[in-house]
């Protein structure tokens, strides 16, 4: 599209990535806490985090085709602006209701924002670049959500804790102001029906590139990243770790915070191996490797073991998150990249939800060492097929 993505024309793109996941970073201690201080129980508090994936779900494949017929940046811009709106009426709720509406009406600005940067990053890079852009935004989201917390803790601290919800307003105005005055239309110039051999902007969409033998594959191994991710490290960690190794809060919270380095740390040379050496023959290891964090969380309960635990589990998030992302992205069709990607959403988003339901089920039926050594083998699994029926995306040299 003309954008050097990787050079100054792409710091103001990865700018928006950053400053979003800055004030998304303060509203994860901003939401728990203020939705607790109405006094509700503890299944309402993490209903507001239900409420707002459900949001997610619900547009995210709408912004896809709308993203596809009218354009990238209307979308996005509605889709922050929206944001905005809802971050300064949650400064004034005065009831979990209240504050429980607008975090359902700001999950969709969410959504627009998630799927259609996406859909942006797409379609500024090519597949020879495309490993290492993703990994620059995926280092852009972390160092956000590593300062979030902090200057939402010196926010509070100085004021209080509806003060987040300003601060958030602030860093989506932010973006919105890049997005409107910095950040170009990136969507393929529409194209007659008729002009050979090319699909116009728009067409109906062919469900069936879902039932395709590289888009299965990547799915399944997605939805085990996903019970990896959000189900045995998001879930279940904290309590295994507490139960069996005794860690104090502030320990879990150490380690969490090492698997964030960790990963931040192996983004970006990730990325340049998924440049240079394919898609395919990066997921594959880091699928691996998430499966041996696995396995060695089930055989660990002494502290130094499960400080290497989360190490390897850091090096194969880093791995694999990037490039089932960039693998997403090859696939979906030039034409109808929005759709493609909004559907895949969807799917993400689900696996995330589904994760820690599926895994608390088992955990409670066999046990969590039981648990983890099952997720490990699907990995495993994952891994397999992906080397033996993913298709490499990656352009021959």
């Not at 050097?4 to 004030?23: D, E, H, I, M």
């Not at 116009?200 to 594959?217: H, I, N, P, Q």
């Not at 983890?372 to 080397?387: D, E, G, K, R």
């Amino acid at each position: 599209m003309g954008i050097n993505v990787l050079g100054p024309q792409g710091v103001p793109l990865f700018a928006t990535f950053f400053l979003w996941s800055v004030g998304m970073g303060g509203m994860n201690i901003a939401r728990p806490l203020f939705a607790a201080s109405f006094g509700v129980p503890v299944f309402l508090v993490a209903f507001i985090f239900s409420s707002n994936a459900a949001a997610r779900l619900v547009s995210g494949v709408i912004t896809g085709f709308l993203m596809d017929r009218w354009g990238r940046r209307p979308l996005l811009m509605a889709g922050v602006a929206l944001r905005v709106v809802t971050a300064l009426a949650e400064y004034f709720a005065a009831s979990y209701l209240e504050f429980l509406l607008w975090e359902f009406i700001g999950g969709l600005g969410i959504s627009v924002w998630t799927t259609g940067s996406s859909v942006l990053i797409a379609d500024v890079t090519e597949k020879e670049n495309r490993g290492r852009a993703v990994a620059v935004r995926t280092m852009s989201v972390r160092l956000g959500n590593i300062a979030g917390p902090f200057v939402g803790a010196v926010l509070t601290g100085f004021f209080t804790l509806r003060s987040i919800f300003l601060f958030n307003a602030v860093t989506k105005l932010s973006v919105l102001a890049i997005v409107i005055y910095l950040i170009k239309e990136t969507r393929p110039e529409p194209v007659s029906p008729g002009s050979a051999g090319k699909k116009a902007v728009g067409e109906k969409f062919d469900f069936s590139v879902f039932l395709t033998r590289g888009v299965l594959v990547i799915s399944l191994a997605t939805f085990g990243m996903g019970l990896m991710v959000q189900g045995v490290f998001s879930a279940l960690f904290p309590l295994y770790v507490q139960q069996v190794a005794g860690f104090a809060a502030s320990d879990i919270g150490y380690m969490i915070t090492l698997a964030s380095v960790v990963t931040l740390l192996v983004s970006y040379p990730n990325g340049i191996l998924v440049d240079r050496y394919g898609r395919r023959r990066t997921l594959v290891p880091g699928l691996l490797i998430l499966g041996i964090s696995g396995y060695c969380l089930a055989r660990s309960s002494a502290y130094p073991g499960i400080v290497a635990m989360v190490v390897v589990y850091g090096i194969g998030s880093g791995m694999t998150m990037g490039t089932s992302q960039v693998y997403a992205m090859d696939l979906a069709p030039d034409r109808n990249r929005g759709a493609f990607l909004g559907i895949w959403s969807v799917f993400t988003h689900a696996s995330s939800i589904l994760a820690p339901l599926l895994l608390g089920f088992l955990a409670e039926t066999a046990g969590l060492t039981a648990t983890f050594v099952t997720v490990s083998a699907l990995l495993v699994l994952c891994a397999l097929l992906t080397w033996f029926y993913g298709p490499e995306t990656k352009p021959a040299d």
